[in-house]
């Protein structure tokens, strides 16, 4: 219902992931316990070929149904999608992606499965996991694609030579023993003078995997008034069994992976921030940064200083009065925390706003204070203070992190005093740390 009072649990909890703008999105699909399904279903080893073409079919059905996919790779039971670089599939909703893209690739492998084993029941249902991989420019997408092509050589290559040697009579365990530590070419001169194979003439879909992508074919629309076609050129989906790591197959077909325009406003997509939970009560912890150099420099005293610890104090208190939304702190030594109601609607819950504000306010209090807690010490060096915020959805884990923090006070103040003790006793420090 819109509007209604309990809309808030969508509005305030519901966070999709949006993945960047400008960048090349991959979704890759990897079937889920393939390893059992393809012996239930008795696929032959190493490659079987209406299983492979069967993966084919329903790439071929991602690319019909989807527009913004531009490309995709498989081998074995994976395959990779990549979206162009500006789509607006889904708003770029990491979520909604993967997940229509898995299942209509698993919808298309169960409808079609019986095209391409009309012999065999489909024994139990398959399913694959997704995950998506963003790639920011033009290399970094080759090179992916490069890296599974790779892959697929490396693996392919092992795998023939394997299971030559298994159905030559070898144990499995010997013919992995046979293999070990061998490199390409071994593997190339086994399968030749073993088994008269000589690797280059194996398939190419076993050998380079497939590449699906939209080509530019000339197709017949009509046949005109004297029965001759005419013909016009259009994109049709294609799978091809090609080298995609050099630079030819992506000379010739630069349409694929052309890079996005520019539009109006685009910019402004990138600023996204990540906005803290809501209903969580927000710690930001600060903690001083070389504090040891700094209280070096300014000969504070060991193992505590009672007016530094004092001006970390006074800067705290002008902390929770800048920010009324902080309920308690608990600082030692040269750290903070600040905990920030639940309710806080500080800067719209923006993290990084949060963050630094919080350290500069910090920071500045720290300094402005010092003269009047160290009337006779010159500030020497700038200090600074690192900030990270992390969140807590019960008060009860507030209560145990702020124990926590405690305990570390205690245990360090102890280990501190014993150290310093024996130091001032005429110990050398390193006597003391062994
Ligand atoms: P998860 O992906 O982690 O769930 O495990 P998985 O069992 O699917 O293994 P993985 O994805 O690492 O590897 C794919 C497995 O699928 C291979 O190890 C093979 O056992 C099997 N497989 C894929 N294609 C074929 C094929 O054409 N023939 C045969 N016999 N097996 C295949
Ligand atoms: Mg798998």
Known sequence: ?????????????????????????????????????????????????????????????????????????????????????????????????????????????????????????????????????????????????????????????????????????KSEQAAQLALKGTFAKDKNELLAQQFQINYDDEPAMFRKGSSVYREKVETTVKIDDYGSPIKRPALKVTVAHVDIIGPEFWENHQHILREGKFMHEFVKKFGIDRILPPCNWVVVRISGCQFD?????????????????????????????????????????????????????????????????????????YMTKWKEFFPHKELMQTPRFEAEAVCYPKLKIVCEYLTWRQAECHASNQYNTCFWMLVKSGKSELGNII
């Open 293 to 365: 150099q700094f209280s070096l420099i300014h000969s504070l005293d060991k193992p505590n200083d009672e007016t530094a610890l004092s001006l970390m104090n006074a800067s705290a208190s002008l902390m929770m009065e800048q920010y009324p939304d902080i309920v308690f702190g608990y600082g030692f030594n040269n750290e903070y925390s600040f905990v920030f109601h639940e309710k806080t609607e500080l800067y719209q819950r923006q993290e990084s706003l949060i963050l630094s504000s919080c350290s500069s306010y910090f920071t500045s209090c």
């Open 1 to 169: 219902m819109a509007n209604s009072e309990y809309e808030y649990v969508k509005r305030e909890f519901e966070f999709d992931r949006r993945l960047p703008p400008s960048n090349w999105i991959v979704v890759r699909i990897d079937g889920c316990h393939f390893h059992r399904f393809s012996k239930v279903h008795a696929f032959e080893k190493p490659n079987d070929e209406n299983a492979l073409r069967l993966m084919n079919a329903c790439a071929t059905a991602m690319l019909e149904k989807f527009p913004d996919i531009v490309f995709a790779y498989g081998v074995s039971d994976e395959y990779s999608f990549v979206f162009r670089e500006e789509t607006e599939f889904y708003h770029r909703r990491e979520s909604k992606i993967l997940s229509l893209c898995v299942s209509y690739f698993t919808s298309v492998y169960v409808m079609k499965w019986k095209d391409f084993f009309p012999n065999k029941e489909l024994k139990e249902p398959p399913y694959f996991d997704a995950r998506a991989v963003c790639y920011p420019n033009l290399k970094t997408i080759r090179d992916y694609l490069a890296w599974r092509q790779v892959d697929c050589h490396i693996n392919n290559q092992y795998n023939t030579c394997f299971w030559m040697l298994v159905k030559s009579g």
